[in-house]
Nanobody
Framework: VQLQASGGGLAQAGESLRLSCAASAQTFRRYTMSWFRQAPGKEREFVSAIRSGGIPLYADSVKGRYIISRDGAKNTVYLQMNSLKPEDTAVYYC??????????????????WGQGTEVTVSS
């Protein structure tokens, strides 16, 4: 399973960025697509996840600011990040899984990861 993440960069607090993650058609159709992030010196943490036809799941830290969506025609999942804060600075990873919703936040449940894209938010 190949996942290709892109869209990271530099932003100032309050600005927006959009991340993209492209997957193969087979993966995209069957799998839940998720975003995680890892800040320097910290463990990888769940950000958001979405399954085809399902209700998105968000970490409390990004709820109301981030929006996850998926485009079946492009086999791509997006993470629209609004009202960015310096604490959002991290490397963001997309990942795919088949586990149930209650397990989406657990990075141990994923065996396919994108290469990571860096997001830096300055104050």
């Amino acid at each position: 399973v190949q996942l290709q993440a892109s869209g990271g960069g530099l932003a100032q607090a309050g600005e927006s960025l959009r991340l993209s993650c492209a997957a193969s058609a087979q993966t995209f159709r069957r799998y839940t697509m998720s975003w995680f992030r890892q800040a320097p010196g910290k463990e990888r943490e769940f950000v958001s996840a979405i399954r085809s036809g399902g209700i998105p799941l968000y970490a409390d830290s990004v709820k109301g600011r981030y929006i996850i969506s998926r485009d079946g025609a492009k086999n791509t999942v997006y993470l629209q990040m609004n009202s960015l804060k310096p604490e959002d600075t991290a490397v963001y990873y997309c990942a795919s899984t088949l586990v149930v919703r209650s397990s989406w936040p657990d990075p141990q449940q994923y065996n396919s990861w994108g290469q990571g894209t860096e997001v830096t938010v300055s104050s």
